[in-house]
Each structure stands twice: as C-alpha cells, then as structure tokens.
C-alpha cells in the first residue's frame, strides 16, 4: 500500500539519477543521432532531477528547519576495544537535507537544467557531444552529492570528482593546446586547495581521535549532522591553535576551489573550455562550493578568531584584486570571470565576518545572475564567433533577447535596485558593516569591499557598451548576428527572471527558513539605509562612468604611453601570478623528475665505468650479457647497506644518548 | 613431527607440489599443448585456495579443514619452525590469486612453446614459496623458503630462452638475488650469534639486551636483502630493468606476487620489535624506535622516488614498474607503524596491489600481443580501438590512484587513515602518502588522456597482431581476456563492498598482534 510520503527519503535520486544519464549517455550517446548524441537524455534526467530537486527544497522550506539524514556505514575497521578508537572507525555515506543543502539543490539543478537545455543549441555544430553530456551528467551528479553530503569524508569525495569533471570539461576542445593546458593548469591549482583541505581534515581527526565523544565523532567520518551549531568550539578546550592551523587548511581548500588569492589563476583560464561549462561550472556551482565548504564548517566545526581575520582577509582582498583585472580585460568571458572571482570573494567575505547565511544568499542569487551573464555572452559568441569585444559592437539591435539577458545580468551583478543581486549584495555589505565597530581591523577589507561595487559596475557595463550599443560590429568580417533558437533563449528569459526575483525570494518566510539565523530579510536602520545608498551611487557612478567611456559606439583608447600605460600592462599580466605559478610549479616539479632520472641514468652509467675498470676481471666475463649495469646496481645495495650499518650502529645509539628521538 | 600430522597441516603446499611435479612428468611423457599443463596447475591451485579457505575457518568447508581451529592464532610454541596465522593464511589467498590470474593468462601464449611446462612448473613451485613463508616462525627456515620463491622466479624470467632480453633480465635478477640472498644469511647468522637462537619471536623480544651491536649488524644485513625483495630503494634497481625484459606474464607475477613475500617477511621479522616500542625501558625502547625510524626512511625514498621517476617514463612497462616501487613504500609505511589498523590496511594495500598490478601488467601483455608498441605513446586511442580492454586497464590506474569505488580506494583510506589515528610524528607520514598519492595521479592521468583523449596513430592501427595463429575474444585469447576480467571485478566488488573481508582482515591482523606480544 502505498502512503504519502517525503521525497527526502528518496534524496539519493539527485545524485543518482545524473549518474545513471552520465552512464547511458556514455555507453550509448554515439548510437543517438538523432538526440542530439544523447543530448536530449541528459536534458531529460536534468529536467528529471529538477523536479525531485525543487520539490525536496519546497518541503524542506515547509518543514522549517527539519534534519532529514540517510546513513549507511559503507566499510568499517573493528577495533579491539581499547586503544584510541575502541570500536574502529568507519567510512560513513549517507544524503543530508538540511536548509543550506536545500537553498544549494535550488541552485544546482535549476542552473544545471538550464544549462543542458541551453547547450542543445549551444553546442550543437560540435563534435564530441557524447562525451560532453556524459560529463556533464557526471558533474551534476557529483554536484548533487556533494551538496547532500552527511559527513566532511563524504564531502571530499565528491570535492575530488566536481574538481575531476571540471579538469575534463575545461579540455573539452583538447585540440587546443591552450584548452589541454588551462586543464592542467585548473587541475593542478585546485589540487594545491584539494591537499590542504584533507590536510585540514587529518588534523581534526587526529586532534579529535582521542578527546572522548568526539573520538566517536572522527571515527565516523566527521558527520554534519552533529548539529547546527558549531561543535568544536565547544570542544576547542586546549586545541585552539591546531583548531586555527586546520581551519587554515581548510580556508585552503576553498580557496582553491573559489579561486581566491592566492589560488585564483586557474578560474580566467578555465574560460578555455565551452561557455556552457563556465556557466554552470566556473560560475554558478563548483566555484561556489568553497564558500558552501566554509558555510558548513563555519556552521558545524566552527572558526577561531584568528581564522575569521584570514579569511576575511582573502574575501576582502580577493574582490578588490580580480575587479581590477576585469577592468582592461578585452575578452567578454573573461571579464565575467574575474567578476565570479570578485564575487566569490564577497561570499567568502561574508562567512567570515561570520555571515555564513548571508554569504550563501549572495552564492543563491549570484549563481543566477552569472549563469546568466555567462550564457548571454555564450549567445553572442555563438553568434559572432570571437570572443574580442573590440570586435563586436552593435548587437543590441540584431540580437534583442540576449541584449536584454545581459542587461538583466549586468544591474543585477552592478547591484541596482530591485534586481537580485541588490538585495544580497546590500545584507552583504550592512552585516560586515555592522561588525567594523567590534572589529575595527576589518574596516581595510569592508573599504575594498565598498570600492569593488563602484568596480564592478564599471567593467560589466564597459563590456556590456562595448559589445550591445553602438550602430554596428567594429569588425565588418564578422558574420551577421542573429538570435538562436528557442533552447538557448528559454533559459535566457528563465534566468533573467530569476535575476530580476530571485533576491526578494527570502522576504517570503517559508522560503526564509531555508537561511536560518540569517537575519533576512534585513532589517534596515538609518545605517544601513545610507549604506544602501552609498553603493547605490557608487554602482550608478561605475555606469555612468562606463557609459561615458564606451557608450553608444565611442572607444575610449589611452594614450600608449600615458599614466595608465604601465598599470594597464600589470593589468593584463594579472600581476604576473600566472607566471610566477608556472615557473616555480609545473617546472619546479618536472624539473625533480628529471633529476632523479638523470641520477639513475647517468650517474649510474658513469660510475659504471670507474667499477668496471675496479672489477675488470669480472666485468669482462659479464661482457656478454651487457650488464655492467648489475655492478652498479650491487654498488647500491652495497652502499645502501653500509648506510644502514652506520645507522643502527652510530647514528641511532647516539641519538638515543642525547635523547634525539 | 610426524607425517600424519604434517600432511593435513601443509595439505595445500603438498597439492600444489603434486601438481608441479605431475607437469614436469607429463612433459616427459610426451604432453605438449600448454592446455594441459595449464589446466592442471589452475585445477592446482584453486584446490589449495580451497583448502586455504578451509583452514580459515570458512563456515560449511570444515570437512576440509587440515589445520585445527586451536592451531590457528594459537599460542607461539617455543623452538617451532612454523606456526598458523590468520594473516599469513589470507596471505596464502592472496599469492594463490596472484599466481591463478597469471596461470590464466599464461594460457593465451602461443599453445605448443619451448618451456610451456617448465614455467608452469616454475609458477607453482614460486607459488609453494610463498605459501610456505607465511607460515614461518624461524628465521632459517623463513629465508628457505624465500630462496625456494626466489630461485623459481630467477628461472622464470629467463623460461623461454631465446628472447636475450629475458635471459638478460634473468641474469641479473640472479646475481643481485645471489648478492641480496647472501646477505640475508649472513644477518640471520649474526643475530644468531647475538642470541644463540634462530626463533623469530625469541630474537624479536631479545633484542637489543645483549650484544646489542651484533645484533643490529644483523637487522642491517637483513634489511638489505629484504629490501631487495620489496624492491625498497636504494635496492630497487633492478626491478625496473627485469620486468621490463621478463615475458609480460612473468613481469605480472614478480609485481603482483613475488613482491609481496617479500613484505610478510618484513611483517614477521619487525612485527615484535615494532610492537615493543616504547613498551620497553627507554632505551631499549628507543633503540627499537631506530628499525623503525630505518623502515620508515626506506618508506618514504621508495615512494617518493618511484612516483617521481615514474613521471617521466615513455615505456609502460618501466612506467608501471617504477609505480610499482612507489607502491611498495605505502606498503612499507603500514608495517613499519605497527599498529592493528594500520597493519590492516597494508595488508589490504597488498590485496589491492596483487589485482591492480597483475591486471595492468597483464593488459600490457595483451597489449603487446596485439602487436602494438612499448611505448606510452604507443597507446594513442586505445580507448577507441579497445574500448573493453582500455575500460579495464583505466580501471586498474584509478584503482591505483586511489580513486573511490575501487579497491585501491578503500585500502589507501584505511591505510592513511591508520597512521594519522597512531598519532605523533605518523601523522607525517600520512601526508607524505598523501602528496605521494597526488604526484601519482600526474602520470597515471597522462596514461589515461593518451589512451581517450590522443588520436590513433594511423599506420599501427592496421599492424597485425605478432602471433601467427588467432586468439579468441577479440584477439586477446581467452585466459587472458578471463583474467583480466577477473581482476577488474575483484577490483569494483572489492571496491564497492569492502567489509567481509577488511573486516576479517582487521580482526586477523588484531590476532597478528596479539600474538606476537
């Protein structure tokens, strides 16, 4: 007999579900022409995982608040009743609807149907597109399971395959040699974030292994459900500088993932790959996950002080930093990806000046707006084929809907007044304001902060001048641009009414519930009213500005050599990091491995013939076989032995004389 | 000691004689087609895993149970030569699996072949080795019983005879096995003569009282010649060079099997030194403290440097040996900890190592028998050429890398997780693993873009395959196709549902321990 029933016991569809499409896709994608290669599957299980994906949203939104887990001890270690760990520990995996993770399902199966529906058209003249939309499946299925994760464990499971996915889609054009490295590139950077982050997590658990309850704690893979308030700082007791070394290592984990400083050179690279992925991926879900990580361990580890100032810090610093680089930048998508870095950086910012839920409803509604930002310039890239914006111009005219998606976009990242991003840009700004008096040491970071809204309003609106207004194309070789058809201008208008709305969405309560302790809506005093204020002109100053610059088909060129010259070129090198990275990371590595085997190549060989010439004898009647090299390789077990003689007979004893060990 | 109870006890080891021996005899009397011997070595040794699993205590297989439950994990009875661990008897399982997944597939070589017996022969009588090592409870007869592995496999390598490059390999596996073997015995002899005894566990607990000095001379020597069998750098040189010139079977079993005899070894001869660490006064304590800190430095340079030279490797086979060695250190990393857990989890790590390598090592055969290059680049496009052996060899490499729903996954997790729980300067050592393990998904990546992302080469696609008569399924040959299979589904089931058997393996290493103390 069958009863009603929540959809929250079946959670583990979302991850699921995607799977099973990546699979069939996969297997079968070459055999369906006429899908689209598969295509249209994935579309349908997206749009499959949507529905089950907002309705478990809705629920928990009516549930107010509740907890709804899943668990399932997948292998265990028994333990022998004494010892650090009485009972072993396990690896726990399980699905976990809690109001962050519902707020998160919102965002990752909406964007992600809309993005598959949008690359239909998008990416359809190329080839290939099996293996796009199985991996693109993969993603939202891994996606899904990270957001549903029930423990830290589990959470760096899935942390591993989004990062893996992202590798593969950012080389999708693999041809490309620049694609195959920014791969590499965005592989390499988020690895550095990936290692400390587990790092982070080997220190809880060998902080926590031994201190009672808590040992029952890490044994399990560190469950979230141990409640929505931060654990550990209860149990910080004497721990709190190796508590403050692993919130470190997490904020590097996040780092790496959110592309914040110093860990942001991958995310202007990753552009390389389709648009699609840029806009789900780099915009929208992964790049946030870094913030949902510090969200959640800020909500169930908790921070010390002293890591609140970092990542503060990093927020801060970081959304300055990447607006400058997308002042200059001439190409449409990476000016959106330096805007994801900035905007990131508020997130990051936010959670913590111990925002974690306002950070998170700037991640809801900025993961609308630049999935849209994203696809509009998708929409003008498929039309005009150049990514330059040099070249374009005049599109407003030809191309109505995508002028007005990007429009949409641009006042809803600029922060106008009533578009989403207003509303959770203002809470941002209001509650980092409201710690300065307790924390005068964050009044740099807030400034910045402040001074990036005047940024970002400038550089969206350049690009979106440069590339709309205008009577024509500065370029005549470019094809004449026209709207594509309705699977790539649906999601257009779907998300540009989720960027106008999606930001008022909190003030109705039940979807309020889905941000708990937030404070949102916000409430507004005098301050924070004249703080809105001052962003708002601010915001309307970087228009204007941009307006005046590059408005109606004017280019603003400066002299080559004015002022501006040298900060346009540092600009443009993005500081230098980038080289700075490669030089001292892919050559510094496989510069090691050469070494090493240069030694055992050649050194070896040369030593040979200094033994040859001590064993002739022997060396002689060996001839036949061309193995001098066996010498050598005696030499070393000769040499390895007489090392570990000098070890157990000196070098140990006398460390144990002096009680080195 | 008589017979009647020697037979059921060592009943496994007397199978697998019988059947090498009845090979050896039916090569004389006139059997030529490899199907035979085949056949009877894998009828061979699945009766010995059989019997092993009996001895285990496998529920519903008592009536074949030769070693009585008391036997099993009993109370060490002094003077003995040999005694039954629950570990060492899941050893036995493992080296039996290693060696059936290479008996299979040594089917698909070419059916009447000089020396088809022989290295049939020769496979079981390693296999006998290994068995019997596990078993050992007396320095003597453990390095007996690792010569008998040893000089099977210096024969093994070189069986066919006309390829130089095996009887080169042969011959220097020989004189540095010689070398290593030589120094092996002279460490025992020197720990005799420091304690007037040969029983492991009495010289375990003895050392350092005593003539401290000697004895840690002996531990020394003892090192060496293990190392080598661990490939353990710095003694690891020649393993690059043999698996690269043994036949690709043979190169299968030395990193998969042969390699892993080496390891109990180190299990059985530092296991109760280890465990006495810091039990004991502080200086005898912290004079233990130095094997353990020696076994963890040969941990560290073997992974380290494996995975660095690995980076650069243009040939497979070479590529994969040098992964080899590095795999070799996280083994290493687990004993010398010592502890239940982490013991566990290097036991695992060997489980995973025996299917993850015998199986890459293997499609390499199949590879190579396919007609298709050494080198990596030689693998452009596999994956669309040989979408079903490419699917199996990306498996084994993600198995290696660590990566979940493998077992390779479950074994490093336990593994790393069991040295940050030891605490203390162990927590270290698992992040060296750790960023070990990140260094070596570079090269194992770059396997994997060359096989689905690279272009076929176009002439090479057409290249017919070396061997003059057609294999079956697809050109691969049935048994090596059958093992291949074989492995790639221990390797997910092991993956996706861990628990019976690292459940038992943790409750055998507890025994282990507990045993020794």
């Known amino acids: 007999m069958w009863q009603a029933t929540y959809l929250f016991d079946w959670a583990f569809l979302l991850p699921l579900l995607p799977a099973l499409s990546f699979v069939i896709v996969g297997l079968l994608g070459p055999r369906l022409k006429r899908l689209e290669h598969g295509g249209w599957v994935a579309v349908g299980f997206g749009f499959a995982t949507m529905v089950i994906g907002v309705w478990i949203a809705v629920e928990e939104m009516l549930s107010s608040g509740g907890y709804t887990d899943q668990q399932y001890?997948?292998?265990?270690?028994?333990?022998?009743?004494?010892?650090?760990?009485?009972?072993?520990?396990?690896?726990?995996?399980?699905?976990?609807?809690?109001?962050?993770?519902?707020?998160?399902?919102?965002?990752?199966?909406?964007?992600?149907?809309?993005?598959?529906?949008?690359?239909?058209?998008?990416?359809?003249?190329?080839?290939?597109?099996?293996?796009?939309?199985?991996?693109?499946?993969?993603?939202?299925?891994?996606?899904?399971?990270?957001?549903?994760?029930?423990?830290?464990?589990?959470?760096?499971?899935?942390?591993?395959?989004?990062?893996?996915?992202?590798?593969?889609?950012?080389?999708?054009?693999?041809?490309?040699?620049?694609?195959?490295?920014?791969?590499?590139e965005a592989f390499l950077v988020t690895r550095v974030g990936d290692i400390l982050f587990l790092l982070g997590i080997f220190v809880y658990f060998a902080t926590y292994a031994t201190s009672g309850s808590a040992g029952g704690w890490a044994a399990n893979g560190f469950p979230f459900v141990q409640g929505n308030q931060p654990f550990l700082a209860g149990a910080m007791g004497g721990h709190s500088t190796t508590l403050t070394i692993a919130g470190l290592l997490i904020l590097g984990g996040a780092a790496g993932k959110s592309a914040q400083f110093p860990l942001h050179v991958w995310l202007p690279d990753a552009m390389e790959g389709p648009t699609t992925v840029s806009a789900l991926i780099h915009a929208a879900t992964m790049v946030a996950a870094g913030v949902y990580l510090l969200a959640v361990a800020s909500l169930f580890l908790g921070f010390t002080p002293a890591d609140q100032l970092a990542i503060v810090a990093i927020g801060g610093f970081t959304s300055f930093f990447a607006a400058t680089m997308a002042l200059v930048n001439t190409d449409i998508k990476r000016v959106i990806a330096y805007s994801t870095i900035s905007q990131l950086g508020y997130m990051v910012l936010a959670v913590g000046a111990g925002?974690?839920?306002?950070?998170?409803?700037?991640?809801?509604?900025?993961?609308?707006?630049?999935?849209?930002?994203?696809?509009?310039?998708?929409?003008?890239?498929?039309?005009?084929?150049?990514?330059?914006?040099?070249?374009?111009?005049?599109?407003?005219?030809?191309?109505?809907?995508?002028?007005?998606?990007?429009?949409?976009?641009?006042?809803?990242?600029?922060?106008?007044?009533?578009?989403?991003?207003?509303?959770?840009?203002?809470?941002?700004?209001?509650?980092?304001?409201?710690?300065?008096?307790?924390?005068?040491?964050?009044?740099?970071?807030?400034?910045?902060?402040?001074?990036?809204?005047?940024?970002?309003?400038?550089?969206?609106?350049?690009?979106?001048?440069?590339?709309?207004?205008?009577?024509?194309?500065?370029?005549?070789?470019?094809?004449?641009?026209?709207?594509?058809?309705?699977?790539?201008?649906g999601p257009l208008l779907a998300l540009s009414g989720l960027a106008m709305g999606a930001g008022l969405l909190p003030f109705i309560p039940a979807f309020a519930s889905l941000l708990p302790g937030a404070g949102i809506p916000p409430h507004y005093g005098l301050s924070e009213l004249a703080l809105s204020g001052i962003s708002l002109g601010l915001a309307a100053g970087g228009i204007g500005l941009a307006y005046s610059l590059w408005g109606n088909g004017k280019v603003y060129t400066a002299a080559p050599n004015s002022a501006l010259g040298p900060v346009r070129a540092l600009l443009l090198r993005r500081y230098y990091f980038k080289d700075a990275y490669d030089a001292i990371g892919l050559r510094g590595l496989y510069g090691l491995s050469r070494a090493a085997d240069f030694v055992e190549r050649y050194m070896i060989d040369g030593t040979v013939h200094g033994l040859e010439r001590a064993f002739g004898g022997l060396s002689n009647r060996l001839r036949h076989i061309e193995s001098g090299v066996v010498l050598d390789y005696a030499a070393f077990l000769v040499s390895g032995l007489l090392f570990l003689l000098l070890f157990l007979l000196v070098i140990a004893p006398w460390l144990v004389s002096t009680g080195g060990i | 000691?008589?017979?009647?109870?020697?037979?059921?006890?060592?009943?496994?080891?007397?199978?697998?004689?019988?059947?090498?021996?009845?090979?050896?005899?039916?090569?004389?009397?006139?059997?030529?087609?490899?199907?035979?011997?085949?056949?009877?070595?894998?009828?061979?040794?699945?009766?010995?895993?059989?019997?092993?699993?009996?001895?285990?205590?496998?529920?519903?297989?008592?009536?074949?149970?030769?070693?009585?439950a008391g036997q099993v994990d009993g109370a060490a009875i002094p003077g003995a030569l040999y005694g039954f661990s629950s570990l060492g008897l899941w050893f036995q399982e493992f080296f039996l699996l290693a060696a059936g997944l290479v008996a299979l597939a040594f089917l698909s070589r070419p059916s009447v072949e000089r020396g088809a017996a022989v290295s049939y022969a020769l496979l079981i009588f390693a296999t006998l080795g290994m068995l019997l090592v596990t078993l050992a409870a007396d320095l003597v007869y453990l390095l007996l019983a690792l010569e008998i592995t040893a000089i099977s496999s210096y024969l093994l390598v070189g069986y066919t005879r006309r390829d130089p490059r095996g009887l080169e390999a042969a011959m220097k596996f020989y004189i540095i096995g010689a070398l290593s073997a030589a120094l092996s015995f002279f460490g025992a002899s020197l720990l005799f003569g420091a304690y007037g005894t040969t029983s492991l566990s009495v010289i375990g607990h003895s050392w350092p009282s005593g003539s401290g000095g000697l004895a840690s001379a002996g531990y020394a020597f003892l090192l060496v010649g293990l190392g080598f069998e661990v490939t353990a750098v710095p003694f690891h040189m020649w393993a690059v060079d043999v698996y690269d010139g043994a036949p690709d079977e043979v190169s299968a079993f030395l990193a998969g099997g042969t390699k892993k005899v080496g390891l109990f070894a180190f299990v059985l001869l530092f296991t109760v030194p280890l465990l006495l660490v810091g039990s004991l006064s502080s200086a005898t304590g912290s004079a233990r403290e130095s094997i353990q800190l020696s076994l963890v430095v040969l941990a560290l340079l073997t992974m380290t440097l494996g995975n660095l030279l690995a980076l650069l490797q243009p040939e497979m086979k070479r590529l994969l040996a040098y992964s080899s060695i590095s795999q070799a250190g996280y083994m290493l990393?687990?004993?010398?900890?010592?502890?239940?857990?982490?013991?566990?989890?290097?036991?695992?790590?060997?489980?995973?190592?025996?299917?993850?390598?015998?199986?890459?090592?293997?499609?390499?055969?199949?590879?190579?028998?396919?007609?298709?290059?050494?080198?990596?680049?030689?693998?452009?496009?596999?994956?669309?050429?040989?979408?079903?052996?490419?699917?199996?060899?990306?498996?084994?490499?993600?198995?290696?890398?660590?990566?979940?729903?493998?077992?390779?996954?479950?074994?490093?997790?336990?593994?790393?997780?069991?040295?940050?729980?030891?605490?203390?300067?162990?927590?270290?050592?698992?992040?060296?693993?750790?960023?070990?393990?990140?260094?070596?998904?570079?090269?194992?990546?770059?396997?994997?873009?060359?096989?689905?992302?690279?272009?076929?080469?176009?002439?090479?696609?057409?290249?017919?395959?070396?061997?003059?008569?057609?294999?079956?399924?697809?050109?691969?040959?049935?048994?090596?196709?059958?093992?291949?299979?074989?492995?790639?589904?221990?390797?997910?089931?092991?993956?996706?549902?861990?628990?019976?058997?690292?459940?038992?393996?943790?409750?055998?290493?507890?025994?282990?321990?507990?045993?020794?103390?």
């Open chain 2, 1 to 68: 000691m008589d017979l009647g109870t020697l037979i059921p006890q060592f009943l496994p080891e007397f199978v697998l004689l019988g059947a090498g021996l009845l090979i050896l005899l039916g090569e004389r009397v006139g059997l030529e087609r490899r199907e035979y011997f085949g056949a009877l070595s894998l009828a061979g040794m699945l009766l010995a895993f059989l019997l092993v699993a009996a001895d285990l205590g496998t529920p519903g297989m008592g009536g074949l149970r030769g070693v009585s």
């Open chain 2, 333 to 517: 990393l687990g004993i010398a900890v010592g502890t239940a857990p982490a013991l566990t989890g290097a036991s695992l790590q060997i489980l995973a190592h025996v299917l993850l390598k015998t199986g890459a090592f293997l499609v390499v055969a199949a590879v190579s028998a396919l007609g298709i290059g050494p080198l990596v680049a030689d693998w452009r496009g596999l994956g669309v050429r040989r979408p079903y052996l490419s699917a199996a060899f990306a498996l084994f490499l993600l198995g290696l890398a660590g990566i979940p729903l493998t077992v390779g996954f479950v074994s490093k997790f336990v593994l790393f997780s069991a040295l940050v729980q030891a605490e203390g300067w162990f927590l270290w050592l698992a992040v060296a693993g750790l960023l070990n393990s990140a260094l070596s998904v570079f090269y194992y990546a770059r396997i994997l873009k060359t096989m689905y992302v690279d272009k076929s080469p176009t002439a090479e696609e057409t290249a017919p395959a070396r061997s003059g008569e057609p294999l079956g399924a697809d050109g691969l040959g049935w048994g090596r196709a059958g093992a291949i299979a074989l492995a790639a589904v221990a390797v997910v089931a092991l993956g996706v549902y861990p628990q019976p058997v690292l459940g038992a393996l943790g409750t055998a290493a507890q025994h282990f321990l507990s045993l020794g103390l």
């Open chain 1, 73 to 184: 001890t997948w292998f265990s270690i028994p333990g022998n009743g004494t010892g650090t760990f009485p009972n072993g520990f396990s690896l726990v995996v399980g699905t976990l609807v809690d109001p962050i993770s519902a707020l998160m399902l919102i965002v990752v199966t909406v964007v992600g149907f809309l993005v598959l529906l949008y690359s239909i058209g998008y990416m359809h003249h190329d080839g290939g597109l099996p293996r796009y939309y199985a991996e693109l499946s993969l993603f939202l299925a891994a996606m899904n399971g990270l957001v549903l994760s029930d423990n830290l464990l589990e959470f760096f499971l899935f942390w591993e395959l989004v990062g893996v996915c992202s590798y593969f889609l950012i080389g999708f054009y693999y041809e490309k040699p620049s694609a195959a490295s920014a791969a590499k």
């Open chain 1, 355 to 489: 925002f974690a839920m306002v950070g998170l409803y700037h991640l809801f509604t900025h993961a609308f707006f630049k999935a849209l930002l994203f696809l509009a310039a998708g929409s003008v890239i498929h039309a005009v084929g150049t990514q330059d914006l040099f070249k374009m111009g005049g599109l407003g005219k030809s191309m109505r809907i995508t002028g007005f998606a990007f429009l949409v976009g641009g006042l809803s990242l600029s922060g106008i007044v009533p578009f989403a991003g207003f509303w959770s840009k203002d809470d941002l700004l209001a509650s980092v304001y409201g710690t300065l008096a307790t924390h005068p040491v964050y009044w740099p970071f807030f400034l910045m902060a402040l001074a990036t809204v005047f940024l970002t309003a400038y550089y969206i609106f350049r690009a979106f001048f440069l590339a709309f207004s205008g009577p024509a194309s500065r370029d005549p070789t470019l094809p004449t641009a026209h709207e594509a058809s309705w699977v790539m201008t």
